[in-house]
């Protein structure tokens, strides 16, 4: 059975600081998505990863993917209050018809 | 830009009452997904479609059913609501493929009493 861990659950921090947030999976997969949600908002994708060693950017968004290891990451540069949401990865495995198995989500909290 | 809408946005229902939800998108997916919402979890997918007339159960299906008799539309409907259905549910569609993320509707709010 898929699982996909993230964490932390819950972060705060200040506004130009940096950080990471790690997204774990438990089997073998090369498709890893992001996804944001605004509070009482619907879900918005950031960034789509299809291969080992895949990086993402957007703005100061990142991400990456190492299949190998099972573990992408999300990482803020110098973060601002804009970016605060919930961030949800979700991977699927070959064969799945793309069904998505979702982390729990990250609550990020950027005090101004 | 519509993109997918749900209706309705709010709803309350008693034990034992039956609903229908509906989802509607204007991409020309092929793909549509329900999943729902609950406190501290990620989604998790009820029923999914790969096409018009497909079907298919997802993560956790039971108590609820679906169909997709047009292409556009998917419809998920609660025979007898529970209290644990209480949840956010989302409506997602895609072009399916692995380079194409999922579009989500607004949200269908569900409160069984």
């Known amino acids: 059975e898929l699982k996909v861990e993230q964490n932390p659950l819950f972060l705060s921090m200040q506004e130009g600081k940096n950080y990471t947030i790690y997204c774990n999976y438990s089997?073998?997969?090369?498709?890893l998505y992001w996804y944001r949600q605004d509070p009482g908002k619907s879900l918005e994708s950031l960034f789509v990863?299809?291969?080992n060693g895949a990086v993402k950017q957007e703005g100061r968004l990142m991400a990456s993917l190492d299949t190998k290891a099972r573990l992408s990451t999300l990482h803020i540069t110098a973060a601002v209050h804009d970016l605060s949401a919930t961030y949800f990865c979700?991977?699927?495995?070959?064969?799945?018809?793309?069904?998505?198995?979702w982390g729990a989500g990250t609550k990020l909290i950027i005090k101004p | 830009n519509a993109g997918v809408t749900q209706t309705p946005k709010f709803r309350v229902l008693k034990t034992g009452q039956s609903m229908t939800l509906l989802c509607a998108q204007d991409m020309n997916h092929e793909y549509m997904y329900w999943y729902r919402q609950d406190p501290g979890m990620g989604l998790r997918l009820i029923h999914y479609s790969v096409g018009e007339g497909t079907t298919a159960k997802g993560e956790v299906p039971d108590g609820y059913n679906v169909s997709r008799l047009k292409k556009q539309n998917f419809l998920l409907g609660l025979e007898s609501a529970a209290p644990s259905q209480t949840s956010v549910y989302f409506c997602?569609?895609?072009?399916?493929?692995?380079?194409?993320?999922?579009?989500f509707g607004d949200g269908t709010r569900l409160s069984i009493l």
């Open positions: 990863l299809l291969s």
């Open positions: 089997t073998t997969s090369d498709r």
């Open positions: 997602a569609s895609s072009y399916g493929g692995p380079n194409q993320p999922q579009h």
């Open positions: 979700a991977v699927d495995e070959e064969g799945s018809n793309y069904q998505l198995i």
